[in-house]
């Protein structure tokens, strides 16, 4: 008989049924008692004492039981260099209790960002922590429920950003959540962390649809032309807008003046479309924001002037970057439109 018929399967504790339900249980519990105690955060917000949880890593308890043991061989054999060794170390760690937990106290979160994406890609949740302190904090890391970042140092008198991953599945506003914000300098003995329940949410565009259908033309009235180049006649300059070509810009008048300026042309075939909700006749309501998504991705990139229809809500024309995520924004906001 092959020795391979004799293994046994490994069984670890986290794979137990009974112990992952309880670990659940457990954190649950443990969310709504810090949350009743803390309750929902505004920013600006200082991390003071009673906000801060502090307990030993693993690392930790192997650290303080070899340390225990090291007190009871000393006592049993009366040797005072074993004793001298064991203070030391417990001195040790007493002082990376001390510094883990002054770490976070009195840092100063003032700002959060969650920078929006297409459904299914990964966005990075920022915070913003403001270090007033004479001292430098080290290895500090943001955790949100999906896992945490990497760690980042923020100098005294100074500020820095601390970014954890957001993973995203559906279109919508999804809400930030809880936060967590720890760190085990020195030593990882110990960790210290504080809870933030912050009002903020991060927008999550439609994903553009592989095969859209082709998108219609909807050019609009005289009002909606654009400035273009070839044989049209000068019509005069105009403020310079976002998304406008180089090719339009009046350097003699730059030179002159360090104001940009655009020329204008008159006569141009170049009309404004309209991305329209109700030109789309067919499928399910996310499908057709898909398939928006993907004109107003492709619009853009052709650095065209268009503009959005949707029930309850248009954007005027426009070009460039802001006005495209601007379209998007109001694709990812439809739910609360009644739709």
């Given at each position: 008989m092959s020795s391979t018929q004799w293994r046994f399967p490994s069984l670890r504790?986290?794979?137990?049924?009974?112990?992952?339900?309880f670990r659940q249980r457990s954190s649950a519990r443990l969310n709504r008692w810090v949350r009743r105690r803390q309750g929902s955060d505004a920013l600006p917000l200082t991390l003071v004492s009673r906000r801060l949880y502090i307990l030993p890593t693993s690392i930790g308890l192997t650290f303080a039981i070899v340390c225990f043991a090291m007190l009871l061989g000393s006592m049993n054999y009366n040797n005072s260099m074993g004793f001298a060794l064991t203070f030391?170390?417990?001195a040790t760690g007493l002082v990376a209790m001390h510094r883990c937990h002054q770490n976070l106290a009195g840092l100063r979160i003032v700002d959060v960002q969650c920078p929006s994406v297409f459904a299914g890609d990964t966005t990075q949740i920022a915070l913003l922590a403001e270090n007033d302190g004479h001292t430098e904090r080290l290895e500090i890391r943001t955790r949100s429920d999906q896992g945490a970042g990497a760690p980042a140092d923020i100098p005294p008198q100074s500020r820095g950003w601390v970014r954890a991953p957001l993973a995203t599945?559906?279109?919508?506003?999804?809400?930030?959540?809880?936060?967590?914000?720890?760190?085990?300098f020195p030593l990882n003995l110990l960790k210290?962390?504080?809870?933030l329940y912050l009002d903020a949410h991060c927008l999550v565009w439609p994903k553009p649809a592989s095969d859209p259908p082709p998108r219609p033309l909807s050019p609009s009235?005289?009002?909606?032309?654009?400035?273009?180049?070839?044989?049209?006649?000068?019509?005069?300059?105009?403020?310079?807008?976002?998304?406008?070509?180089?090719?339009?810009?009046a350097w003699k008048t730059f030179a002159r003046s360090d104001e940009i300026k655009a020329k204008q042309f008159e006569g141009s075939n170049v009309a404004t479309d309209w991305v329209d909700y109700d030109s789309i006749q067919s499928g399910s309501v996310e499908r057709r924001l898909s398939i928006l998504a993907a004109w107003v991705v492709e619009a853009d990139a052709a650095g065209e002037q268009f503009g959005l229809r949707l029930p309850g809500a248009n954007i005027p024309p426009g070009r460039g970057r802001d006005h495209r995520d601007a379209c998007l924004d109001a694709l990812a906001r439809f739910v609360a439109l009644g739709r």
């Open positions: 504790l986290g794979q137990l049924p009974i112990w992952r339900s030391l170390l417990a599945s559906q279109r919508g506003v999804l809400p930030i959540g809880r936060l967590g914000l720890n760190s085990q210290t962390w504080s809870w009235d005289d009002s909606g032309q654009v400035g273009g180049s070839g044989d049209e006649d000068f019509a005069g300059l105009r403020d310079y807008r976002d998304g406008d070509s180089p090719r339009l810009i």
